[in-house]
């Protein structure tokens, strides 16, 4: 009866053990999420100040609490905002950012699809380590050769000026989310599409293009929402108000409007819309494909 009790011990106390990595883990799990709702409510904060002061006159904002809602909601200043030009510049940042993902995703895509399948030729291996030093630059660095060259060829003041360095720096860090993505498709299945007489330019179309969609769209959005916020690049190679984009026309805004601080919560209220709504669809394609290509 001894033996028999002394083995019988361990498994009466194994359940116990098995639990308690669950609680921990459950602990840790409500902790996060307490956590997370905190975040959230920081991040909430600026954006409910932003939206309510937009429907406030600019007499009534500076005689009311300035988080409460207002009493008498008006849309006096989007109409206000809409009479400035703010059409235009979202017309020219649609323009800018349409223009300069679509060819940095190709070629992009193209560009990992060479680096994958050429590993053994050297130059390809370069050309990857060229990317790859792209990223280490940045825009600020570069900001007056990238001026000078824009001067040279007659691009300033235009949108195609603002379009090609923004495709040159959305290239490296595509490159490499694309790179990585690639290398994780099988092996035999390319072999098979070489066996069956498929072209390079053939199984990179069909075979490919498919299995990576997730990490395009990854790209896609993430040079969307980068290109769309762009400052720097509209500031200093266009001039004149007709090629403003929305980041550089809400500078023009503060100005134009001084303390009007309703008009200026109202366009920056219809300029983040498209960037929320952008994110809400691809928000779960952005982090998976984010971290598809380095997890295995």
């Not at 996060?32 to 954006?47: C, E, Y």
């Not at 223009?99 to 994958?116: E, K, L, Q, R």
């Amino acid at each position: 009866m001894t033996a028999v009790d002394v083995k019988s011990a361990p498994a009466h106390h194994a359940p116990s053990q098995r639990r308690n990595p669950a609680g921990k883990l459950l602990k840790f799990n409500w902790i996060g999420g307490t956590l997370g709702w905190v975040w959230l409510f920081i991040v909430m904060v600026p954006i409910y100040w932003i939206v309510i002061t937009s429907f406030k006159t600019q007499a009534n904002y500076f005689i009311t609490n300035t988080f409460a809602p207002p009493k008498d909601p008006t849309f006096e200043n989007y109409k206000t905002v809409f009479e400035n030009d703010i059409v235009r510049y979202f017309t020219n940042s649609v323009i800018v950012t349409v223009g300069a993902v679509v060819p940095a995703v190709i070629i992009s895509f193209m560009a990992a699809y060479a680096v994958v399948r050429g590993a053994g030729i050297r130059w390809l291996r370069l050309t990857n380590s060229m990317f790859l030093l792209g990223l280490a630059i940045p825009l600020q660095a570069v900001i007056i050769p990238v001026y000078l060259i824009i001067i040279r060829l007659k691009l300033y003041d235009t949108l195609l000026a603002i379009v090609l360095p923004s495709i040159a720096f959305a290239i490296p860090l595509s490159v490499l989310v694309l790179t990585n993505f690639i290398r994780d498709v099988p092996r035999e299945l390319f072999e098979s599409m070489r066996m069956d007489g498929a072209t390079e330019w053939g199984t990179l179309w069909r075979l490919a293009f498919p299995l990576t969609r997730p990490a395009l769209v990854t790209v896609t959005i993430y040079n969307a929402l980068g290109i769309w916020n762009g400052f720097l690049l509209p500031l200093v190679l266009t001039q004149s108000p007709v090629q403003r984009t929305i980041p550089y026309a809400l500078v023009s805004f503060q100005g134009q409007f001084g303390v009007n601080v309703p008009a200026i919560a109202a366009s920056v209220t219809l300029t983040t819309i498209p960037i929320i709504l952008l994110y809400a669809i691809g928000r779960r394609q952005l982090l998976s494909g984010l971290t598809a290509g380095f997890g295995k």
